[in-house]
């Protein structure tokens, strides 16, 4: 069976929407572009226009059975053979991050894609023309073998025991994918095919052989999946303060307000302050129950500050996949594959941030902050945060942004009335997508 990344080695797979054809182009644009002799046709014009390309296109897209995936892999064709369109999808190298995309699969497209044109007679020279502007992207998107990370044969055993177990047609073409994706070491895409014949035919079928594929990610969450209404209202951005969390609380005489700044510029993101008081006596916060989404491939809220004991659920309003997971030291799991409006909860009881990440989209990233100070408040940006109640005295501050590796720790002063302060943080931390479940780099490879 061919894997179902084949059709994302030309187009960003759930890319943004296609674009109506335009003459400008940008900087995602495929860099190779075939060219036209002088006084010549370009390729486009030679191989009959957009019409011919949608037709190509079409057949193309059949064979490796991504129907969703046309309208950007229309426009790719178009500009790069010289068309008047504009490609709306990713750079190869985003794009392709975290995907561990092999030589035979890009190998066994450039093949599909030549059966179409030969299907439509397309002349020998735009043939190899159009081709030969497929070969040069291989280097950006084939994952160095030195990456994958195969499964022992032993582990291999155990899973193709259980194939004949798979009755289901469409499902033991899966577990096949999945068995031969494992033995390239291509973990991520192995455990994505094992997880969907799991929805398939149950997860007690295929049970002993779910360690060839789960051994090395963090624990799999299976608390059960609950139903969402589809008419949910969107998340906010940032969720979670002291003040919002216990409104009903005394107003105390102090206040304090300002921003938070990286290496002196305004904030690019979002950060969180805490406050302890020094050599105070503070009471803890009542555990809460709240949303983290996935809508339109983005996590929803991006931070969230929560008390210890609260509980988590992790709705997908998406039509396709998505795979929460986190490998953060303060509370790793693997929530596993759902969608349309499907739901997991989970309870996180220590202390400390827990990154989140998607298994299936390298580039979705939000943070849940487990906070057991008193006053907490989550920021946006360059905007104000405001502590509208606090007792004067001595304080405590960690202040985080997502641009940080840490925290930054001070000691402050509030006195009665308003306090105006600027928390100056470094921007130290990593940026682009996270590993991956296994541990894997998912940051593109440098273009050569």
Not at 294 to 313: I, Y
Request: aromatic share 6%.
């Amino acid at each position: 069976m061919k894997l179902a990344a084949l059709a994302c080695m030309v187009v960003a797979c759930g890319g943004s929407p296609a674009s109506k054809s335009t003459t400008t182009t940008t900087s995602t644009q495929p860099t190779s572009k075939a060219k036209a002799a002088p006084g010549s046709k370009e390729l486009y014009e030679r191989l009959g226009g957009q019409a011919a390309i949608v037709a190509v296109v079409d057949d193309f897209i059949g064979r490796v059975d991504i129907p969703r995936l046309k309208s950007l892999l229309v426009e790719f064709v178009c500009l790069a053979t010289g068309g008047p369109c504009h490609y709306s999808g990713q750079d190869m190298e985003t794009s392709h991050a975290g995907m561990e995309l092999v030589e035979e699969e890009f190998n066994a497209l450039v093949e599909d894609l030549a059966a179409t044109l030969d299907k439509f007679k397309v002349p020998a020279k735009e043939k190899n023309e159009l081709l030969g502007a497929l070969g040069p992207l291989e280097p950006r998107m084939v994952v160095a073998k030195s990456k994958l990370k195969p499964v022992s044969e032993a582990a291999l055993a155990k899973a193709t025991a259980v194939l004949d177990k798979v009755t289901d047609p469409a499902a033991h073409e899966l577990m096949k994918a999945a068995i031969v994706a494992a033995k390239r070491g291509q973990r991520n895409y192995a455990d994505q095919l094992f997880s969907r014949v799991e929805i398939s035919v149950g997860p007690q079928v295929v049970a002993s052989a779910a360690p060839t594929f789960r051994d090395g990610a963090p624990q799999r969450i299976e608390t059960p999946i609950t139903q969402m209404p589809k008419d949910t209202p969107p998340q906010p951005k940032i969720v979670g303060s002291s003040d919002e969390d216990n409104p009903s609380a005394a107003q105390l005489p102090a206040s304090l307000k300002g921003t938070i700044t990286v290496d002196g510029k305004p904030l690019d993101g979002v950060g969180l302050v805490e406050l302890y008081p020094v050599n105070a006596k503070y009471s803890k916060r009542t555990p809460k129950h709240r949303i983290v989404e996935q809508r339109n491939k983005t996590f929803s809220p991006h931070l969230l500050a929560v008390p210890p004991g609260s509980t988590v659920a992790f709705p997908n309003f998406d039509n396709f996949y998505h795979n929460v997971f986190s490998s953060s030291p303060t509370q790793p799991f693997d929530i596993g594959l759902y969608k349309d409006g499907q739901s997991r909860e989970m309870k996180f009881e220590k202390t400390g941030l827990v990154r989140l990440g998607c298994n299936v989209h390298a580039k979705m990233a939000s943070f849940i902050f487990v906070i057991d100070a008193p006053a907490y408040v989550p920021v946006d940006g360059a905007q104000e945060f405001n502590f509208r109640s606090l007792a004067p005295g001595k304080y405590k501050a960690r202040v985080w942004s997502e641009r940080s590796a840490e925290p930054a720790e001070s000691e402050i002063k509030i006195k009665d009335g308003v306090n105006t302060i600027t928390f100056d943080v470094k921007g130290d931390g990593e940026r682009g997508p996270s590993k991956d479940k296994f541990g894997n780099s998912r940051q593109p490879e440098p273009t050569k």
